[in-house]
T-cell receptor, first 114, second 109 residues
Framework: IAGITQAPTSQILAAGRRMTLRCTQDMRHNAMYWYRQDLGLGLRLIHY???????GKGEVPDGYSVSRANTDDFPLTLASAVPSQTSVYFC?????????????FGEGSRLTVL | GQNIDQPTEMTATEGAIVQINCTYQ??????LFWYQQHAGEAPTFLSY??LDGLEEKGRFSSFLSRSKGYSYLLLKELQMKDSASYLC??????????WGAGTKLIIKP
């Protein structure tokens, strides 16, 4: 593994189903983030974690939950998917929680909720 | 409220120069980022400015004016591979990034 790995790459999901998007990084970065990207909108932060064991809510957290049991993994769970959660989801990490911490992104998970 | 404005789409010719503008309004300011995103791919970091002035990095340069809440990304000697979306993001006082919707740059031969 090099960088950030997301899985699955793409998924079609029935409304009401539970779904977990996986994210793993091997850079030992302390901060990790989940964004969603929708056409015509900027990246929107769903949840973040400044360090293992802590998480925080971003701009659009409703319907999503995260956990950060260790430094490397930051899964995003949709408890009961709805069509408005159709989007491309990006996981990202940085080695600084402040200042010029460059974000490193995973390749994205394209989720379609029907 | 916090806001980032950048043009939705721009077109330029291979070999030419293009300037992509970005204006921002944030609660506090801790820097301005530019990312490049090719279609269907992840964003990748291009530049970071926190002080006024121009930062040059090869064919790409980024400028910041904090007093005007303004930045631009300058791309020189355009190549077809520069066709992508360019994302402007400002970091607020809580070190959260506020993202623009991106500028889709189309390069024509």
């Amino acid at each position: 593994i090099a960088g950030i790995t997301q899985a699955p790459t793409s998924q079609i999901l029935a409304a009401g189903r539970r779904m977990t998007l996986r994210c793993t990084q091997d850079m030992r970065h302390n901060a990790m983030y989940w964004y969603r990207q929708d056409l015509g909108l900027g990246l929107r932060l769903i949840h973040y974690s400044n360090t293992a064991g802590t998480t925080g809510k971003g701009e659009v957290p409703d319907g999503y939950s995260v956990s950060r049991a260790n430094t490397d993994d930051f899964p995003l769970t949709l408890a009961s998917a709805v069509p408005s959660q159709t989007s491309v989801y990006f996981c990202a990490s940085s080695d600084s929680t402040s200042g010029s911490g460059e974000l490193f992104f995973g390749e994205g998970s394209r989720l379609t909720v029907l | 409220g916090q806001n980032i404005d950048q043009p939705t789409e721009m077109t330029a010719t291979e070999g030419a120069i293009v300037q992509i503008n970005c204006t921002y309004q944030t609660s506090g300011f801790n820097g301005l980022f530019w990312y490049q995103q090719h279609a269907g791919e992840a964003p990748t970091f291009l530049s970071y400015n926190v002080l006024d002035g121009l930062e040059e990095k090869g064919r790409f340069s980024s400028f910041l004016s904090r007093s005007k809440g303004y930045s631009y990304l300058l791309l020189k000697e355009l190549q077809m591979k520069d066709s992508a979306s360019y994302l402007c993001a400002a970091m607020d006082s809580n070190y959260q990034l506020i993202w623009g919707a991106g500028t889709k740059l189309i390069i024509k031969p």
